[in-house]
């Protein structure tokens, strides 16, 4: 099986790598949109801003990659603002459009809390899905961000968390999958978040 996890420069990418390889798989770490295109499984880790993010993925061309192979079916993964930029558009840093792959809006999250949402929070899980195989309701993972996203389609939500708005934590949609928090930052709980998403990703099946 042929993984690639996509580098555009989010300082996360090597933590991903090496969650990857700790449960057994070889990921290639890339910026080349025709290794995307060929491989078989592709995650997109995150850091930082969606226009930023936005705009290195399509200086590079890896919107197009990124899309294409969402498009043929291939399992795809988002992590934080891997999940973001999956949405329509972003209101940070002023509104600006993003991959436009899910529907919805990545909002700022409101007053009243301490911003960035930084720690641990607990999941509630709204359905079942497979990357939440083995994993308990109310199970904490680790959140890095100011923004969220709203989605338009509220089938797409697997789990959420509450901090001053409830939101997408987990969101999946046929072969698409993304978490808004740190698997990588998230111990053995998100380990094997990456390990339920490779082994269906395996069977074709996320």
Request: charged share 20%; proline share 5%.
């Amino acid at each position: 099986m042929k993984l690639a996890i996509i580098d555009y420069g989010a300082g996360n990418l090597l933590n991903v790598a090496r969650a990857v390889q700790h449960i057994g798989y070889e990921p290639l770490i890339t910026s080349s949109p025709d290794d995307v295109i060929n491989a078989d499984v592709v995650i997109l880790p995150g850091v930082g801003a969606t226009a930023d993010t936005v705009a290195t993925l399509r200086r590079k061309g890896l919107d197009m990659a990124i899309a294409g192979s969402v498009s043929s079916g291939r399992p795809f993964m988002g992590v934080c603002v891997g999940l973001q930029v999956l949405f329509e558009t972003s209101d940070e840093g002023g509104e600006h459009d993003c991959l436009g792959i899910l529907p919805g809006r990545v909002r700022k999250l409101p007053g009243g809390q301490k911003v960035p949402h930084i720690g641990w929070n607990q999941l509630r899980q709204v359905r079942p899905h497979p990357i939440l195989t083995d994993i308990d309701d109310g199970t904490n993972f680790y959140f890095v961000h100011s923004y969220y996203a709203d989605a338009a389609d509220r089938s797409l939500v697997v789990a959420e968390v509450d901090y001053g708005v409830a939101f997408p934590a987990v969101i999946a949609k046929d072969n698409v999958v993304a978490t808004q928090f740190h698997p990588e930052k998230s111990g053995q709980t998100g380990l094997r978040i990456y390990g339920n998403f490779l082994r269906s990703a395996a069977t074709s099946r996320v």
